[in-house]
């Protein structure tokens, strides 16, 4: 198959899931073409059967800010045109599913069907705002096929939106040959003694993540024992975090590693990963933790319980319980054995239920089905007329 498939650029689960997904749909021979604002942060060793392309900002002195989804959709209608793709897969209703919906209206004779991934945001957030909640729906109703990536953000869809239609889940996944934990002794020198445990976070850091609350667990675990947190990514909650640690004393013990596409290595020097989110819908930096054998200490919300097992691969707190998720990585830290038995139940929960073999399958399964229905539909429509 030829497909199409469009993302942010930006940190995040959703641009890490389209370039792993564009990266192991060309390994299985489809050609892939990633649509995006940029060069995605993942889009690293590309197979020989996935481009890029970027989509242009207009520069107009008529507009106050440049029309990005007019141009999206341009440029879809466009790519089209030029290499009949069998289906595109937008990843985000907003903006991608409407300007996906816009581009076939303009080239109808070359349209592509379109299978929309919903990833949170545009449905736990976007959806509050009564300008984008009309559009929202009418993204996902305009889609082909719509899919999330956990039951709790398709349920949610489903009451928000009161669709009609179905949402099949499909998770997350990684690359279990690539996220698996390996021999790290000279990269954790640089941040830890060998007898230090690293605490870990790994995030966008938008408020929605509750970066303070990683800062407050780690201080908490600090009093009781040395250790070291290592912070992994970039965002608007950095500076408020930064003036946290100082607050707190603790310069000498938190490292700021900014964005890496290495994850699997920072991730195989970690003790302990900690995502105290508020919301996650499904949340892949916990699956990418522990496939490198890394266990969890995260927030009972949104898709983390159906990764987690609490008591078994992870431990799970309510929303801004610090004392609780100190209390467990304490446990984690104190408990060897237990940590051991956390961090192989971990990995093999990933290979059983998140790998990519199973999940890119899902989506082959999904790809087909669409086409089919298109053919049906097609074909109906002709006997009719």
Known sequence: ?????????????????????????????????????????????????????????PQHHVFRYPPFEMALAGTMAELMKKYFFDILHV???????????????????????????????????????????????????????V?????????????????????????????????????????????ADPDEPILMHISNF???????????????????????????????????VHALVREKGLEEDVHFLGKRSDVEMVLSMADVLLLPSEQESFGLAAVEAM??????????????PEVIVHGETGFLAEVGDVSAMADYVSQLLDDRALHRAFAAKGRGRVERYFSCTHQVQKY???YRQVLENQRMHSTDAEQAG
């Open 291 to 304: 496939a490198c054998e890394t266990p969890v200490v995260a927030s009972r919300t949104g898709g983390l």
């Open 364 to 366: 082959e399964e999904l």
């Open 91 to 145: 990843h985000y209703v907003l903006p991608f599913a409407i300007s996906a919906y816009l581009a076939r209206q303009m080239v109808p004779e070359h349209s592509a069907p379109v299978v929309t991934t919903l990833h949170g945001t545009d449905i736990t957030q976007l959806s509050r705002d009564k300008a984008l909640f009309a559009p929202i729906r009418l993204g996902i109703e305009k889609s082909d096929a």
């Open 147 to 191: 899919t999330a990536v956990s039951a709790s953000l398709a349920a949610e869809a489903m009451r928000i939106f009161s669709l009609k239609k179905d949402i099949a889940v499909i998770h997350n996944y990684v690359d279990t040959s690539r996220y698996i934990r390996q021999d790290v002794t000279e990269l954790r020198r640089q941040y």
């Open 1 to 57: 198959m030829r497909i199409a498939i469009a993302c942010h650029s930006v940190l995040g689960g959703s641009g890490a899931l389209a370039v792993e997904l564009a990266r192991s749909l060309a390994h299985k021979g489809h050609e892939v073409h990633v649509i995006s604002d940029g060069v995605p942060f993942r889009f690293v060793r590309p197979h020989e059967k996935m481009f890029l392309h970027m989509v242009e900002l």
């Open 206 to 240: 938008r408020p929605i993540k509750r970066v303070p609350d990683v800062i407050r667990v780690f201080a908490e675990v600090r009093r009781r024992r040395r250790a070291k947190l290592a912070l992994v990514g970039e965002g608007p909650g950095m500076a408020e």
